[in-house]
């Protein structure tokens, strides 16, 4: 998956967008502020703010003499970055929002409003041409003087405090970014996390549908970021699930169809001979107990078969490891279908090469998968030919092969010769019935032991040889202590 499709770089993207966008909108914001705030703004010392306060207000008082000066003073300077307040002669406090005023700054204005009366009076010096920073810069006021009078005195705090920027910006700040973070969480909602809810709420609806027992439900993968790869392990599990369900379903159909046919058989010859009325002589008699004998030994194995693949599938079970003689293990298959050989003239030849001698396993489960392989030859070796048991070594183990001479197994079925009741009867047909069962789990038994030893089992075919290659890895085991 790459990674610029990760469901986790695109939220952290997201954020990041989102934090510069509101970067930008406070950026703008501040611009826009300060552009509005005045001439104030823009560097000003506090110094040339008195100045240009008191020589503001000194005009306006000679041009109007009623003016309200208070609001005239919120209007003009609402705005401005930095607090400052008037004390005028007749006692008005005036302010452009700086809130309170420490009683300092207030003593200071007195003293300066009473300094600044007697240089306002020299008649050396007009009203207008009066520099009162230069005398008062240290504490940044200025006089506010009208008719050569001084009719108040404007204070500038050597800064703004927080304060009062914070009363001046933060409801316009907070409004915008409290705004941007909704825009921002709306657009990365919609961007980011809509399409990944969706498909989200695809994966449950499955998981539900599935829950229920649909088995064809899936969920959509498609992305490429972590939700499709949870879609995708979902509809692997589905699938996996349909599949064994379909298997289950066979299984059982396989296991009923194969009990049936023995009961059945069972059944009607117990029936038979319960009517007197037939009259069923002793010889016949007897055939028909051999029969049900036969089915019941058939029975028996079909349900000894499933337990045994049912324990080996399952892990149920301990293998009994041990180091085992290859050639011993050979001599016992070859003399378990000893009478059958004889009666076909079909031969065992068993070769043991050099390395192979011996290998470590459960001998009776090892025994029980090559005489199921055995059998299965015996079974379509033509008369007069030969069954093959080889061992030779390979890395990492013995290599055990089964070799038969029969009309092999056509293409189409090799692939299936190791699932349950699968039979391939049609197309390789049986020199001789009765040997080895034909219950049709036999070579299903064999993969299984030999899957519980480490190994693997496969088939190659043509007309004329089929072979079995057992490979077991002895470097799986190793020889228990005694």
Same mark, same amino acid.
């Given at each position: 998956m790459q990674w610029y499709r990760s469901l986790y770089w695109r939220i952290a993207f997201g954020f990041v967008l989102c934090l510069a966008a509101m970067l930008v909108v406070q950026a703008v914001l501040f611009v826009w502020v300060a552009s509005r705030s005045g001439p104030t703004i823009p560097g000003q010392p506090p110094e040339r703010l008195a100045q240009s306060v008191a020589l503001d207000l000194a005009a306006a008082i000679d041009a109007r003499p009623d003016i309200d000066l208070a609001q005239y003073v919120a209007d003009e300077y609402g705005r401005a970055a930095h607090p400052f307040f008037v004390m005028m002669a007749d006692g008005r406090l005036l302010s452009n929002g700086g809130g309170r005023i420490p009683a300092a700054l207030l003593a200071e204005a007195r003293a300066r409003l009473r300094a600044a009366a007697p240089l306002a009076r020299r008649p050396d010096r007009p009203a207008r041409a009066v520099r009162p920073g230069l005398a008062f810069r240290p504490t940044r006021t200025a006089p506010i003087v009208v008719a050569g009078e001084v009719a108040g005195v404007v204070v500038v705090p050597p800064q703004a405090g927080f304060g009062f920027l914070f009363r001046r910006y933060a409801p316009t700040m907070a409004l915008v970014t409290a705004s941007a973070l909704v825009v921002g969480a709306l657009l990365t909602a919609v961007v980011i996390f809509g399409p990944t809810r969706r498909r989200l709420r695809g994966v449950e609806d499955a998981a539900r549908r599935l829950g229920r027992g649909d088995l064809a439900a899936r969920a959509p993968d498609h992305g490429g970021d972590e939700v499709a790869a949870v879609a995708t392990a979902f509809n692997?599990?589905?699938?996996? +699930? !349909?599949? %064994? /369900?379909? =298997?289950?379903?066979? $299984?059982? *159909?396989? @296991?009923?169809?194969?009990?049936?046919?023995?009961?059945?058989?069972?059944?009607?010859?117990?029936?038979?001979?319960?009517?007197?009325?037939?009259?069923?002589?002793?010889?016949?008699?007897?055939?028909?107990?051999?029969?049900?004998?036969?089915?019941?030994?058939?029975?028996?194995?079909?349900?000894?078969?499933?337990?045994?693949?049912?324990?080996?599938?399952?892990?149920?079970?301990? +293998? !009994?490891? %041990? /180091?085992? =003689?290859?050639?011993? $293990?050979? *001599?016992? @298959?070859?003399?378990?279908?000893?009478?059958?050989?004889?009666?076909?003239?079909?031969?065992?030849?068993?070769?043991?090469?050099?390395?192979?001698?011996?290998?470590?396993?459960?001998?009776?489960?090892?025994?029980?998968?090559?005489?199921?392989?055995?059998?299965?030859?015996?079974?379509?070796?033509?008369?007069?030919?030969?069954?093959?048991?080889?061992?030779?070594?390979?890395?990492?183990?013995?290599?055990?092969?089964?070799?038969?001479?029969?009309?092999?197994?056509?293409?189409?079925?090799?692939?299936?010769?190791?699932?349950?009741?699968?039979?391939?009867?049609?197309?390789?047909?049986?020199?001789?019935?009765?040997?080895?069962?034909?219950?049709?789990?036999?070579?299903?038994?064999?993969?299984?032991?030999?899957?519980?030893?480490?190994?693997?089992?496969?088939?190659?075919?043509?007309?004329?040889?089929?072979?079995?290659?057992?490979?077991?890895?002895?470097?799986?085991?190793?020889?228990?202590?005694?």
């Open positions: 692997q599990m589905a699938d996996r +699930l !349909a599949t %064994a /369900d379909r =298997a289950r379903r066979q $299984l059982l *159909a396989d @296991v009923s169809h194969e009990l049936t046919t023995p009961v059945t058989a069972m059944r009607g010859y117990l029936e038979t001979l319960t009517m007197p009325e037939l009259g069923i002589d002793d010889r016949t008699r007897a055939r028909y107990l051999g029969i049900i004998g036969d089915e019941t030994e058939r029975l028996e194995r079909i349900i000894g078969d499933l337990l045994d693949l049912a324990r080996l599938e399952g892990g149920g079970g301990t +293998l !009994a490891i %041990a /180091d085992v =003689a290859t050639a011993e $293990l050979f *001599a016992r @298959v070859a003399a378990r279908h000893e009478r059958t050989s004889a009666q076909s003239g079909v031969t065992f030849r068993t070769i043991v090469e050099a390395g192979a001698e011996r290998l470590l396993g459960d001998r009776d489960r090892l025994e029980q998968a090559l005489q199921n392989l055995a059998a299965n030859a015996m079974r379509y070796a033509p008369d007069g030919t030969a069954v093959e048991l080889r061992a030779r070594p390979v890395p990492g183990g013995i290599m055990i092969t089964v070799i038969d001479e029969g009309p092999g197994i056509a293409p189409e079925h090799v692939p299936h010769v190791f699932d349950r009741f699968y039979k391939v009867d049609a197309s390789r047909t049986p020199h001789r019935q009765g040997v080895g069962g034909g219950s049709g789990l036999g070579l299903s038994i064999v993969k299984a032991i030999v899957e519980r030893h480490g190994g693997t089992v496969s088939v190659t075919s043509r007309p004329g040889r089929t072979v079995f290659e057992l490979r077991i890895l002895n470097s799986t085991f190793s020889i228990p202590d005694s």
